[in-house]
């Protein structure tokens, strides 16, 4: 199973990004889907995440300037970025609680992608 996350890299303030994830291997289902953000000498925290149903959680912080949606059908989830902030600087990590088969059996997890840096300055 791979997690790979794109779209990350250097903006002014007030400009945007979009982010993108896919999820790749022998994936059965996925559930939730989302983004969490880890700021220099700071805890990962989430940002928003979408559920199979496509209803959507966002930090306060971000409210109203991200959107996150899925495509269930290639397996990815991206995040929409705008009117970015200095403070939304951050490493960007995608996670997907989905099934794959593993060895012959149903095995449930969070995966994680391997992260992508967004740096909003002037």
């Known amino acids: 199973v791979l997690l790979q996350a794109s779209g990350g890299g250097l903006v002014q303030p007030g400009g945007y990004l979009r982010l993108s994830c896919a999820a790749s291997g022998n994936i059965l289902s996925i559930n939730d889907m989302g983004w969490y953000r880890q700021a220099p000498g700071k805890q990962r925290k989430l940002v928003a995440r979408?559920?199979?149903?496509?209803?959507?959680e966002y930090v306060d912080s971000v409210q109203g300037r991200f959107i996150i949606s899925r495509d269930d059908a290639k397996n990815t989830v991206d995040l929409q970025m705008n009117s970015l902030k200095p403070e939304d600087t951050a490493v960007y990590y995608c996670y997907v609680d989905m099934s794959v088969r593993w060895l012959g059996s149903r095995v449930r997890n969070d995966y994680w992608g391997q992260g992508t840096l967004v740096t909003v300055s002037s």
């Open positions: 979408i559920s199979s149903s496509t209803s959507t």
